[in-house]
């Protein structure tokens, strides 16, 4: 069985490819983290792998993770990897916040009813499943009581009545409404009242009947926690951008509206006289506490069926249903409505229709609003005569028209006053506010348009109030605070004086203070002298980021004068308070001996304090010390150690140097280098290109490594294309790449440059410009440079000059150990060389001195230096045409031979 590596993050690249591909699509998120909850209930053994290709999540996961596979030919290690791609998954998407309530109550209760043999895999869930349930815990407490009474206005509306078998009257009844809601557009009005009643009595089911406020209650909740919640939430038009923060901007008030009916001091529709703002209270009382069971409700008071379902479907109707003073004043108002024309108009006819658009249009006109001007009667007077209406039929219409004006505008006048009174000098209109608005403009019988309207303009008028008040406050703080970087204690007691004088909240006072003294510290960074003296000013009190600043600018000299002693100070101040950043600073200066004696015991002592405060250079840092044994003894296991924690936080120095650590697990290297090659990492990129050998794929690591001038990089790109590995063969390319490398001082492509136009190789032949380059390797200790230096050479001196560079750092090889030897030819000779040692020659270090005289004389006719390349034991290698002697022979000369090998 294989065990969950939690701290792996092996699949944090897909995962967050894919949250950040569907962040806006919260039902991809849901199914696939409920298909990813699913998947670890699949046994970890061959025998399930049968099972497991079946498994619909294992297939969507599947696809999330190992698309580029079949899934029919996966084993069950495949299967396995799934699964830890599966948990890695659900705590991406937790950690980053990305899933509704919803979501995560299915997912936690995936995770806790699995069935998992595994006891190790089995804890390993159990936890997951524990971090989930505290996300929801937190989203819960966030949404508090919004969440719940969305959730139950949903229910009522989407009405899923599946254990209501037992008892068919309850059943009805619900049905009956449902039927109702939806048949009247969701909107059930007076008008269907007398229907509903009609209908119930037809059901057999008699609508004065009672239930208990706790049977009722107790119903509601039960079939909640029944109901599919998160198809529930999905479809909810409360929630269309699955965000709480939109349910509690567009909840309507059925189920709260509700909860009047429910008050202890319920008995009648027609013995209550409540007073509106009593009625309003009491609802946002019950809204406020309902869930908390202390809202002051009888439970045990019955409800009768008829009125339960009317303010069910219509939370409007509460204000009109209630006989109250404002029910009242409508109706004493309809009574004084009058008009003395007998003649009654029926507004269904269209031309009695088109006359009353027509005044009412005239009555919204912009330049004389609610008056019918001189001009607008003679229009008037033609569309009667157009309609054939009397005098007495426009005179009717017009005052239908007026009076409805005036109303409107008597209504919207007293909203704009509730507005003012529910929202104050605070413009945030807050569920509370929400409630009471909604049931205000309810009662006024303003539509949501103009009552949206009206909230706006109040809404403006008290954000430029408050405008006016703050900036005259941030002009008083700025006064105050300008010299000084902060807020004396005088002038605190003067702001406060004025705080109280605005009549400005202090929420409202502290977040002026905190614009103005942001603006001053704006300013002063872009003032250098100013920057240091803020910084003097917050480091003086104590304040740590500031100290740590303050020695930035006397280390850097920025705004004062440089001074490194001072810069010492400031950093240790800071680094006493366990600023990490300090910390880690005074390690590199104790390092460096910037400001201090160099001292590598205390640099490694400050770089693990900074360390163990999580600070990820300083962990890499530190881990150097170990890995080189500066100021610590040298412990590769431990600077392992280091670089590992520096590495799982996304540093590519530290993934880098892991990879070093690794070398002798190649596939360990591979997959470290190809972390901090993935970040742009040049070291790591020309790594991983050796790592790979030649291929494609490190053709690609090294041209990565190369654009960032990695002279490396370049030179084992330009060898590539030199000879075609991985790639195909160009010697443009090959050119382009030596020389970018050559020029950054690279010895082995200065020396191939050489080679490229001593030979005419995509440039032509130059022998001057070869010299050059082979001078520039040779100075830099190239041995291969230095060699055709000396066979390029104009004088003999010169020639033994370059040879004797390489001699002088060789060492000579006994001559049992090779063979050598001249093939004379007509006009080339031939030389041979044979490693007749038991060992591979594996590396090109060897040179042979050759030199030729004629017999019985001192003069030498030939001596030259001729690479070796690497022989294995007993292979025999021929240098070509590597001289020319008139008339040689063994018989007229002899040669002598003298094998090396260079001492790196």
């Known amino acids: 069985m294989e065990n969950f590596d939690t701290t792996s993050n092996q699949y944090d690249g897909a995962i967050n490819e894919y949250l950040d591909s569907n962040k806006d699509n919260q039902f991809n998120l849901e199914t696939t983290a409920i298909a990813a909850s699913r998947v670890f209930a699949i046994s970890q053994s061959p025998e399930a792998l049968v099972l497991a290709k079946k498994n619909p999540s294992i297939i969507k996961m599947w696809d999330l993770f190992q698309k580029n596979n079949e899934l029919q030919k996966a084993n069950i290690d495949q299967i396995i990897e ?62 508090e009581h919004v969440e719940a009474v969305a959730s139950l206005t949903q229910w009522i509306q989407n009405l899923k009545w599946r254990k209501y078998n037992e008892d068919p009257h309850t059943k009805r009844f619900f049905r009956i409404l449902e039927d109702f809601y939806f048949k009247s557009g969701k909107n059930f009005t007076m008008q269907n009242l007398e229907s509903l ?75 209550r006289r409540y007073p509106v703002d009593k009625i309003r209270d009491d609802i946002k009382q019950a809204a406020l506490c309902y869930l908390k069971k202390d809202c002051g409700i009888d439970v045990e008071a019955q409800l009768e069926y008829y009125h339960l379902g009317i303010e069910l479907l219509n939370g409007r109707r509460l204000i009109e249903f209630l006989d109250s003073p404002a029910t009242t004043t409508t109706k004493e108002t309809a009574k004084k409505s009058p008009s003395a024309s007998p003649i009654e108009i029926d507004a269904s006819q269209e031309r009695y229709k088109e006359y009353m658009d027509i005044v009412a249009a005239l009555m919204n006109d912009e330049e004389t609003p609610g008056v019918i001007d001189d001009e607008e009667r003679e229009m008037l007077k033609m569309k009667q005569k157009i309609l054939k209406l009397t005098d007495e039929e426009v005179k009717k219409i017009e005052e239908s028209v007026i009076n409805n004006h005036q109303n409107k505008d008597e209504a919207e006048k007293k909203y704009r006053e509730e507005v003012k009174n529910a929202l104050g000098d605070n413009p945030e209109i807050t569920a509370k506010k929400r409630m009471r608005l909604d049931l205000s403009a309810q009662s006024f019988g303003i539509s949501p348009d103009i009552a949206k309207k009206c909230e706006a303009d109040i809404v403006e008028e008290i954000n430029k109030n408050i405008s006016h008040k703050m900036e005259e406050y941030r002009t008083l703080v700025r006064k105050k605070t300008e010299d000084t970087y902060e807020i004396s204690p005088k002038a605190r007691i003067f702001l406060d004086l004025k705080i109280q004088e605005l009549g400005l909240s202090k929420e409202l006072a502290k977040i002026c203070e905190n614009e103005v003294l942001a603006v001053i510290e704006q300013e002063a960074s872009t003032d250098v002298v100013k920057t240091a003296e803020l910084y003097r000013i917050k480091a003086e009190r104590g304040d740590k980021e500031a100290q ?49 004696e160099e001292n590598l015991s205390t640099a490694v002592q400050y770089y693990r304090k900074a360390s163990e405060e999580g600070h990820i250079q300083a962990q890499v840092n530190l881990g150097n010390c170990y890995l080189e044994g500066r100021g610590i003894d040298e412990n590769e296991n431990e600077a392992i150690k280091w670089f590992l924690k520096a590495a799982e936080q996304g540093h590519a120095d530290a993934q880098y140097y892991l990879g070093l650590c690794s070398a002798e697990d190649k596939s360990e290297a591979q997959k470290w280098f190809s972390k901090a090659a993935g970040q742009g990492h040049a070291d790591a990129q020309y790594a991983l290109g050796l790592l790979l050998g030649p291929c494609l794929d490190s053709a690609k690591w090294f041209r990565k490594a190369a654009d960032q001038e990695h002279a490396d990089a370049q030179y084992e790109l330009g060898s590539y ?44 032949e130059d022998k001057k410009e070869a010299i050059k380059w082979y001078h520039k390797a040779a100075e830099q200790g190239l041995a291969d440079s230095q060699r055709m230096l000396g066979i390029l050479a104009e004088t003999v001196a010169e020639k033994n000059k370059w040879f004797q560079k390489i001699i002088e750092r060789s060492e000579i090889i006994p001559t049992l150990n090779y063979e050598w030897g001249i093939k004379w030819g007509f006009l080339d000779d031939d030389i041979w060389i044979k490693n007749s040692s038991y060992k591979n020659w594996d590396q090109s270090d060897h040179f042979l001195e050759v030199t030729i005289k004629f017999k019985n004389t001192n003069s030498a006719v030939f001596h030259t230096l001729l690479k070796v390349p690497t022989l294995n034991a007993n292979e025999t290698h021929l240098f070509e045409d590597a001289m020319s002697i008139s008339d040689g022979s063994d018989k007229k000369h002899e040669g002598e031979a003298v094998l090396y090998r260079l001492n790196k």
């Open 82 to 143: 799934v699964q830890k791609a599966s948990h890695a998954f659900i705590q991406l998407i937790n950690k980053r916040d990305m899933l509704q309530a919803a979501a995560i109550i299915t997912v936690k209760n995936q995770l806790n009813t699995l069935n998992i043999e595994n006891q190790e895999i089995y804890n390993t869930i159990k936890k997951l499943a524990g971090n989930v349930l505290d996300r929801f815990n937190q989203l819960e407490r966030h949404i």
């Open 721 to 764: 294309y030199a000879f075609g590995l991985g790639v195909e063969m160009d010697d443009n390319e090959a050119l382009k790449w030596y020389r970018k490398a050559a020029v950054q001082g690279h010895p082995k492509a200065q020396h191939e440059l050489g080679d490229c136009y001593l030979h005419g190789i995509a440039v032509s």
């Open 548 to 596: 740590y600043n303050l020695g930035n600018c006397y280390n850097e000299g920025k705004g004062v004068e440089e001074d490194h002693n001072e810069a010492i100070k400031w950093y240790q101040k800071a680094a006493e308070q366990g600023h990490a950043d300090a910390q880690n600073i005074l390690g590199y200066c104790y390092s460096k001996g910037i400001g201090v």
């Open 197 to 271: 009643k009609t209908a119930l009595d037809q059901s057999e089911i008699n609508p004065f009947d009672t239930i208990t406020i706790s049977d009722f209650t107790t119903t509601l909740v039960d079939e909640l926690i029944e109901h599919d919640f998160n198809e529930s939430m999905k479809h909810s038009p409360y929630n269309n951008k699955h965000s709480f923060d939109d349910i509690n901007e567009k909840i309507s008030l059925p189920f709260l509206s509700s909860l009047y009916l429910l008050s202890e001091e319920y008995n009648h529709l027609t013995k």
